[in-house]
Structures are given as structure tokens and as C-alpha cells.
């Protein structure tokens, strides 16, 4: 598909017009993607995130991007792993369903996300990849915005079970280009 891709690198440095942040329910920093998405975009994202009131699991916030290349940051809060059996998917999925449904509202063409919630959350890498390609690629078919989506994945290894598992299910036919 056209518009999505699965790439190695810093999200921090990211073109896309906005980001996905993997944050923790209070928005107000923390470890990993969360911790140096703050770092990059100085205090003033801190400041923004205070106005917010923390977030949901699964539902997702915006701000400004401040030092970023990326003009605005989604915050979406993923579940913590628990073995599976305690709706983990679904909020998973509804993670980025949100992130894209916010771009949408908020006309942003542009949408780089990371792995969420495979960090300190413990969602396992190969289950996680499943839910955001299912999630994401059923957004891009049925919407025409975002124009790109981009997985940025912080190591190869992280891309290559996402190149894996969308080549498995999402790899193109002749009848199915978008």
C-alpha cells in the first residue's frame, strides 16, 4: 500500500506532520518513546500536557509538537500486558484507531507511530504488530486521510516482526492497491 510504510529510526526526528507518543495515563513523561519524546520537545510539551488531565487506555489527546520537526504529538496511553486474556487487543487496537480518528479531525496528513505499549508495558512485539497493522490497515481503507502512516520502529528487529507479520497478512495484490 501506498501510503503506509514500516521503517527503522527515531521518532524524535520524524517529518511526519505528527507523531504517536506511547504515554502513560498521567501525559506527563515517563519512560522509553514517552520519555524521549519530552526530552526532544522541551518543557513546553510538559506544560501543554498538564492542561490535559491525563488520558484514557486506548483513547488519545494533542498537542503541539514545540522542538519537534513533527507540528503536533498524539498522546495515546496502551494497555500493560497481562497475559492476553484481559481485553489487552482490544485497547491496543483502539489506540490506534483513536490516534488516526484525531488526525483525521484535526486534518493532519502525516501520522509516524511507534510500537506502542511493547516497551515497559510488556505487550509482546510479534502480538502487537498484529494488532496495529490489522487496526491500522482497516482505518486506511476505509479513510482517504491520513495520506501516510509510517511504523517507526526503534530497531530492525522491531521492523523486521512488523515487515513479517504485514507481509503475511497485508501484502498487495494486483486487485487489492489502494
Not at 58 to 63: C, F, H, R, V, Y
Not at 128 to 146: F, N, W
Not at 147 to 163: G, L, P, Q
Request: hydrophobic share 40%; proline share 3%; aromatic share 6%.
Amino acid at each position: 500500500m501506498d501510503r503506509f510504510a514500516i521503517v527503522t529510526g527515531d521518532i524524535t526526528a520524524s517529518d511526519a506532520e505528527a507523531i504517536v507518543n506511547a504515554a502513560n495515563r498521567t501525559l506527563l513523561g515517563g519512560s522509553g518513546v514517552d520519555g524521549a519524546i519530552h526530552a526532544a520537545a522541551g518543557p513546553e510539551l510538559l506544560a501543554e500536557c498538564r492542561t490535559l488531565h491525563g488520558c484514557e487506555t486506548g483513547q488519545a489527546k494533542l498537542t503541539r509538537g514545540y522542538r519537534l520537526k513533527a507540528r503536533y504529538v498524539i498522546h495515546t496511553v496502551g494497555p500493560i500486558w497481562q497475559g492476553g486474556g484481559h481485553g489487552e487487543a482490544a485497547a491496543l487496537a483502539a489506540c490506534y484507531r483513536s490516534c488516526l480518528e484525531l488526525a483525521r479531525a484535526h486534518g493532519i496528513d502525516s501520522v509516524d507511530f511507534p510500537s506502542i505499549s511493547t516497551g515497559v508495558y510488556g505487550y509482546p512485539m510479534a502480538q502487537a504488530a498484529s494488532v496495529a497493522l490489522k487496526a491500522i490497515m482497516e482505518d486506511l481503507r476505509t479513510h482517504d486521510h491520513p495520506c501516510r502512516v509510517r511504523m517507526v520502529c526503534h530497531t530492525e528487529d522491531a521492523a523486521n516482526i512488523y515487515r513479517q507479520t504485514y507481509n503475511l497478512w497485508y501484502a498487495e495484490t494486483k486487485e487489492d492497491r489502494l
